[in-house]
Structure formats: C-alpha cells, structure tokens
C-alpha cells in the first residue's frame, strides 16, 4: 500500500518534470534526466514490485521496443519513449481509480496513459493549430494537397459504425457517444484544415539549424523535394539524426521541421492524472 502511493507520488512528480522540460527548455529533456528516470524505475521495481517483478519488466520491455520504432520511424522523441518507459516502471499494473472505483481488468497503466494521451492531443491539437496556422500563413494557400472527399468519407462511415456498436452493446452509451463525438469533431477539423495545422506546427529551417531527434515534416514537402533528399542524403527521413545532420550541413534549402509541436509530455501529464483518477476511459463505457 504504501509502495502504491510512493510510486505514485514518484510518478506524477516526475511526469510534470518532463512537462516543464519541454515547455520550459525548447522541448529538450535532458539525457542525464532520462536516464535517471529509467534508472528509478527499474529500481523502484526491483525493489517494491514483488510477484509482479517479471511482468512490470516484460511490459518495460515491450515498451522499450514499440518505443525504439516509433523513434526510428519519426513519430515520437526520445524523451518521449524513456518518459512512457519509466511510467510503465513506476506503475506496471492499472490501479483502481481514484474517483470512480471499477475494476480495471488488469490492464497495463500505460496502456491507459497512452490512449488517454492520443485522446488529448486528439481534442486539443488540431483546434489550436488550425488556428495557429492560419494566422501564420495569412491570405497564402497552405502548402498541403486538399483531402480527398473519399478519405472523409470513410473517415465518417468508421464514426458512424463505432457509434451503432457503442449503441448496441455499450451499457453507459451517452459516454460512449460523447466519446467518439469528441473523437470525431476533432478528426474532421484535421481533414478540413491538414494544411493549417501542419502550416502551424513547422518552421522552415536551414539543415545546419537541426538538432538530432528533430522530426522532419516530409508530408510538407513535394515528393519530387523528397526523393532529391534521399537521392542526396542516405538515410533522408522523418528523423533527424546526428549522422544525417552532418552531411546536410552545407545543404542550402530549407526544410520543413516540426519546431512548433505542442509538447507531448503535457498530454502525457495529463494522461497520467487522469488515468490514476478514473482508470482507462474506454472501460468507462462498458460498466
């Protein structure tokens, strides 16, 4: 019990530090904080886990690798793959929330983090960019193609099904339908204003201006601008890394490069409050 709310206090303490990290110092975490951070969570598991020792570690692991490919690939920072590592550390199993005390089916507490996070950025994002956007470009045309009214409509067909299946079986169906409406709504200002938001969210910058982990905005680019890149640059992708960096140094075109995010670790933080308060939503909808 009281390894419970040490853990906990541990958690939320260190989940805002990541917040200011990357609110208060350009986004940047630092490599001796990670690391840290990783290190207490492996310890505070070994050490209060008990029986749950070998899951809390197997859950680690298989963070660890999911984490490794999105941060190849250029859809998550590093800071961002050791803060989830060290929150599956700290609370390997979901407890019972502490407002709305249902069974949580022993589901992974990252797993909760993360849906809840996607939720957030969900909701927030697009409405913040598109108007960022916006004010950013003016009376110029976004530099993105318009999305194809089959890629809407489809997108609305998806909602329209979630909906009658939350209908049919769910047992609490106006949470569930308020769910997927503020999934949905958001969803459909991304299709609408894509270039907007996208617009809103880069900053066009000379290759010796990237830092490694910068996350390149490829879609922002024509395809012709990218396959000269990766004819250019082995390697030329989302991610900016530290090799790559050094031979463009001297390239003289700007690049599109995602400067402007919203820090994920804000919605992780709140992810994280909001899963410890009332589990994993999607639960919310079956009990």
């Given at each position: 019990m ?7 206090v541990?958690?939320?303490a ?20 990670a690391y840290a ?7 505070f598991?070994v050490?209060?886990?008990g029986?749950?020792m070998?899951?809390s570690?197997?859950?680690a692991?298989i ?5 490794y490919v999105?941060?190849k ?7 961002d ?6 929150i599956s550390?700290?609370?390997p ?5 502490l407002?709305?005390?249902?069974p949580?089916?022993g ?5 909760s983090?993360?849906?809840?996070t996607?939720?957030?950025a ?5 409405m913040?960019?598109?108007?960022k956007?916006?004010?950013k ?6 530099n ?10 489809a ?12 209908v049919?079986?769910a ?16 969803s459909v200002?991304v ?5 907007y ?7 066009r910058?000379?290759?010796?201006e ?5 996350i ?6 024509s ?5 000269k890149?990766k ?5 030329f992708?989302r991610?900016?890394g ?6 463009m ?6 690049i599109?490069?995602?400067k402007n995010?919203?820090p ?5 933080l ?7 308060a ?6 919310l909808?079956?009990?």
């Open positions: 009281y390894a419970q709310l040490l853990g906990t541990i958690l939320v260190v989940t805002l530090a990541y917040a200011m990290f990357d609110i208060f110092n350009n986004r940047n975490v630092p490599n001796a904080f951070t990783v290190l207490l969570g492996v310890a598991t050490l209060f886990t029986q749950d070998w899951a570690l197997a859950i692991a963070i660890t690798a999911i984490g999105t941060y690939i250029g859809f998550l920072g590093a800071g793959v050791f803060e989830f590592l060290f550390l700290m609370l199993i979901q407890p019972t929330p407002f709305i005390p249902l949580q089916l589901f992974p507490f990252i797993l983090v993360f849906i809840t996607g939720y957030a969900m909701l927030i994002t697009p913040y960019y598109a108007l956007g916006m004010r470009l003016g009376n110029k045309a976004p993105m193609k318009s999305t194809h009214p089959l890629t809407m409509l997108m609305l067909v998806s909602y329209a099904l979630l909906m009658v299946f939350i049919t079986i047992p609490f169906k106006e949470f569930g339908i308020l769910l997927i409406l503020f999934a949905a709504i958001p200002i299709l609408l204003y894509e270039g938001i996208y617009e809103g969210m880069t900053l910058v000379r290759p010796r990237l830092e490694e982990g910068d390149i905005a490829t879609n922002m680019m395809r012709a601008e990218v396959e890149f004819r250019k640059y082995r390697g992708g991610l900016a530290k090799s790559l960096i050094a031979r140094r001297k390239e003289r075109a700007r599109p490069v995602y995010a919203i994920l670790a804000i919605f992780t709140i992810a994280v409050l909001v899963s410890l009332i589990g994993n939503i999607i639960l909808v079956f009990y």
